[in-house]
């Protein structure tokens, strides 16, 4: 067994990015214009891996060489006495230095199976119990937030990166659709025409067009420009490390755009595959460090292209759930429980590690093989919306995240909330 | 006879990929029974493609590719070296060729080529994808190679992971079944070397086996994982962790031969030193060790297990007819499933049987690829492989490439808003195809009785060829079915 398979298991046209034009009343009454952005981690993010409880007695010998230190050949990044983060996040790291990014950690969802669709449905949908809704939870907040003004004349909608829509922005809130341009775009006036096709008979079909109208008036410079590689050819396999960098930043650094746009939408989401780390994890210089490599380059260009928006910013990253607490047979990790969730932005009151520690002995780990849940993600994701958009916990509570009412919202992860 | 026509156009696009200048009126008299012939049609579901390598081939020609441009990079990159550590400017230019012969100037014709012949891993895929293509745009009606893009899709792989083996990974293990026992296609499929490297089961070792103990290893669980989840008994079905983790000890040992191997590398192999001994039990039942009959035993058991045939009922449903498939076409493909022992064919025309399949309205979205396929058959275009793979791409349905091993969604909610999409590739097409192409009548051709009037003024009025080309491929019932 001499072979060697390189893992390239991601999609890149499946980042989507939706965005809602208008800023949350409450919020504007109290002179804040709140940006809020949600990264869906999919593929279950090995929180172990990401930020390593190196302070725990027990971590070194479950781990073992794939166990981050604070020495060796790539020291993790230190967070507190007890948590360093993975040496591929230095940007991060930054930000967490500067009180600008929070990590929640041995958190997950309600769902405590190992399904990935069911676990993705479960924390895209806000629903305990999968399959059994086919809106998202970020969609329903905006159905549920009293609107203030319009940021802009052509707002009122949501908006996403790439052809293939994830749940988590399902829903009656219309949406604007932002795909990289790779070809020429049909003129208008064709557009004009299939919407007088559309109007009466598929309404759906008619807002998908009206939101690709009403993009291009709110987009920024560059955002619509045809990118120079054709599709004559066509993507055949997964991409190489540089272009998943460009991937990463291009998705996520385009939504920050958007966002910093004055007349610009307020709220997005957009979602990156590629964690499910089976096989020849790479923690420390390998496959996952490239990625997670990936997505701190990606947390600059949202810092960068939010300019001074970059203060009243919240981005959220989360994942389905974590993988197991021990290496598997083949140098990666199985499904599993508790991970982390990321959070970076100027809003934040950051610089902490938010944690209920459940250990890593063997009873202490779920059902002897993940890392537990002792923080609830919907708690976290309910304490920054109430805080950063001024959501109120019935609505959090009954429509967004539904049965959730003993979750309370986490307080204090906003600066200003 | 219009009622005829109505239902051959609705079987066209339901069931095969649209019709071609002249199907509908072709299948008039009995849409149903065409349907049914494509069935009995000798060779169905199989393709000519003796010119292509098989998986385990094309797995070490990938092999001897990527070792070769390794060395060549090396090659490069000590050159580079040499040329700085005695302080050259250009290192480049002076690199010697990494083949050994003097750098010739390009010739000429060379230059003017406008589409260098791509390198190896494309070619693999695209001349994969030719195939397929050509078959699916060939077919009379198309409804065996619909079959075919189902259960590819319900037993997926990835190129992005194992992409040598992934289009003859179809010929192999997915179109010799398509009309057979799904546990003859289940049994291909997991024993299939693109399966057990796409879920990571190459290497899983039981940790009591002779390779565990001597190298200290133990288990991946995600084919196991998989099989149950996603290829048999669903998800939410009632099997636990543990019968998760002792499916994967009974998969222990399923693996291929390494692709340095010069003659079999590439090839599936039961290594018994990886296998974990014992007996095993999965979802209630006790499997003795008999080595990889042990795990042919699980899956003839799964293949029969009231949840699979629920299972598959449901997806087969929701793919051909409705996003949300009516409960009584679902107990009908399920008794079938279960009465037939798994028979692929009968489950086909139990679907075609079915008074449901006929009289839903036509609601599903055609997915990308079908789309696509459905507008280069109506326009008898020429098509390069290329462009076409692109497009699917850029509709987010790239070719054996999809987000998960669930493979790619199958309901209107994750495809709608690539429309605006769709909208772009259709004006990129129309503007090489439609000069000689007549869109009024292609309205006649594609949609017969199913053309709206207002589908029929919208092409009609269109201000060039080109455009009332996209009105028509755009238009909602060339989009549903």
């Known amino acids: ?122 924390l895209q949908s806000g629903v305990e119990k999968p399959g059994t ?20 004349p052509n707002g009122g909608r949501v908006f996403a990166v790439g052809p293939v829509t994830p749940l988590v922005v399902r829903g009656p809130a219309p949406m604007l659709a932002w795909s990289p341009r790779r070809i020429p775009p049909a003129s208008d006036d064709t557009i004009a025409r299939l919407l007088d096709l559309y ?86 210089t390998g496959w996952l460090a490239q990625l997670l490599g990936a997505l701190d380059a990606a947390l600059v260009a949202v810092q960068e292209n939010m300019g001074p928006a970059w203060r009243e910013t919240v981005v959220a990253l989360v994942t389905e759930f974590g993988r197991t607490a021990r290496i598997n047979g083949t140098e990666g990790t199985d499904h599993g429980t508790g991970t982390v969730m990321l959070l970076a932005g100027g809003a934040l009151n950051g610089g902490r590690v938010i944690a209920d520690w459940p250990g890593l002995k063997p009873a202490d780990l779920f059902e002897n093989r993940d890392l537990k849940s002792t923080i609830d993600v919907r708690g976290v994701l309910k304490g920054l919306l109430k805080d950063h958009l001024r959501a109120d916990d019935r609505l959090l509570a009954a429509d967004v995240f539904p049965g959730s009412a003993d979750v309370k919202p986490m307080a204090g992860l906003v600066a200003s909330g | 006879m219009t009622a005829g026509k109505l239902e051959a ?47 385990a081939q094309a797995a070490r020609a990938l092999f001897e590719f990527r070792a070769e441009r390794g060395a060549k990079e090396k090659l490069a990159q000590r050159a580079k070296k040499a040329a700085e550590a005695e302080g050259m400017g250009s290192a480049a230019a002076n690199a010697p060729n990494p083949d050994g012969e003097a750098q010739a100037p390009v010739p000429q014709a060379a230059q003017t080529q406008q589409n260098p012949p791509p390198e190896l891993p494309v070619q693999l895929v695209q001349n994969e994808g030719k195939v397929r293509i050509e078959a699916a745009v060939a077919a009379e009606i198309g409804f065996v190679e619909r079959l075919v893009w189902f259960w590819s899709n319900h037993f997926c792989v990835s190129t992005d992971k194992i992409l040598s083996m992934a289009g003859a990974y179809e010929r192999e293990a997915i179109r010799p079944h398509v009309l057979g026992r799904f546990v003859d296609m289940l049994t291909a499929v997991e024993t299939h070397p693109a399966m057990l490297f796409y879920l990571d089961n190459g290497l899983s070792i039981g940790p ?49 031969i390494a692709f340095n191997e010069p003659s079999h590398g ?113 326009s008898g275009a020429q098509w390069a492989i290329g462009r076409v793979l692109g497009s699917h791409g850029l509709l987010g349905e790239p070719l054996w490439r999809p987000p998960g091993p669930n493979g790619f969604a199958d309901d209107e909610s994750a495809w709608i808003d690539g429309l605006s999409q769709r909208v772009d590739i259709a004006d990129d097409f129309a503007s090489r195809a439609a000069e000689r192409l007549d869109p009024v009548a292609l309205v006649e051709a594609g949609l017969g009785p199913l053309a709206s009037a207002d589908t029929r003024n919208t092409v009609a009025r269109a201000q060039t060829r080109g455009q009332a080309l996209v009105l028509l491929l755009m238009a909602p019932e060339f989009l549903r079915r």
Do not use: C
Request: proline residues 7%.
């Open chain 1, 1 to 122: 067994m001499t072979h060697a398979p390189s893992r390239r298991e991601l999609l890149l046209a499946s980042g989507t990015l939706f965005a809602w034009s208008y800023v949350p009343r409450l919020a504007r009454a109290e002179g804040r214009d709140p940006r809020f952005l949600t990264i869906v981690l999919r593929g279950a993010l090995d929180g172990l891996a990401t930020v390593a409880p190196v302070g725990d007695p027990d971590w070194v010998s479950l781990r073992g060489d794939n166990a981050l230190t604070l020495e060796g050949k790539t020291p993790a990044l230190k967070l507190d006495d007890f948590f360093a983060l993975n040496p591929a996040m230095p940007n991060l790291a930054r930000m967490f230095k500067a009180n600008e990014a929070i990590i929640v950690h041995a958190a997950a969802t309600s769902y405590r199976e190992r399904s990935h669709f069911d676990g993705q449905d479960v």
């Open chain 1, 133 to 152: 809704t086919r809106t998202g939870w970020l969609n329903r907040l905006l159905v549920g937030l009293a609107p203030g003004d319009r940021v802009s």
């Open chain 1, 199 to 284: 109007r009466h008979t598929e309404v759906n079909f008619a807002r998908v067009l009206e939101g690709r109208m009403k993009l291009a008036a709110i987009a920024p410079a560059g955002a619509m420009e045809q990118k120079p590689t054709g599709p004559v050819s066509g993507p055949v396999s997964g991409p190489t490390i540089p272009q998943l960098r460009a991937y990463f930043a291009e998705a996520v650094g385009t939504a920050a755009k958007f966002l910093a746009q004055p007349d610009g939408p307020r709220v997005g989401a957009l979602a990156l595959d590629g964690w499910d780390t089976h096989y020849n994890e790479g923690i420390a």
């Open chain 2, 9 to 55: 156009a609705l079987a066209l696009h339901r069931f095969g990929f649209g019709p071609v200048a002249g199907s509908i009126a072709a299948i008039a008299d009995d849409p149903r029974g065409a349907l049914l012939a494509d069935l009995e049609r000798p060779g169905a579901g199989r393709v000519a493609a003796a010119h292509l390598p098989n998986s």
């Open chain 2, 208 to 256: 009591n086996s002779i390779a565990g103990i001597n190298r200290d290893k133990s288990l991946n669980e995600n084919l196991a994982r998989e099989i149950l989840e996603l290829h048999t008994l669903g998800v939410r079905t009632g099997y636990s962790q543990d019968d998760v983790t002792r499916f994967a000890n009974v998969l222990t040992g399923w693996t291929w």
């Open chain 2, 266 to 378: 590439g090839e599936f192999a039961f290594v018994k030193r990886m296998h974990e001994p014992g007996e095993q039990t999965v979802v209630g039942k006790a499997y003795p060790d008999t080595g990889m009959n042990q795990g042919r035993a699980v899956l003839a058991d799964l293949a029969q297990q009231p949840a699979t045939a629920a299972h598959i009922a449901y997806k087969f449903a929701r793919h051909f007819v409705a996003d949300q498939p009516p409960p009584p076409l679902v107990d009908k493909l399920t008794k079938s499933f279960t009465d037939s022992d798994g028979n692929l064919k009968e489950l086909a025309k139990t679907l075609i049987a079915a008074e449901e399949s006929w009289t839903l309205e036509r609601t599903k979205l055609k997915r990308p690829a079908e789309w696509i396929v459905s507008a280069l058959r109506l």
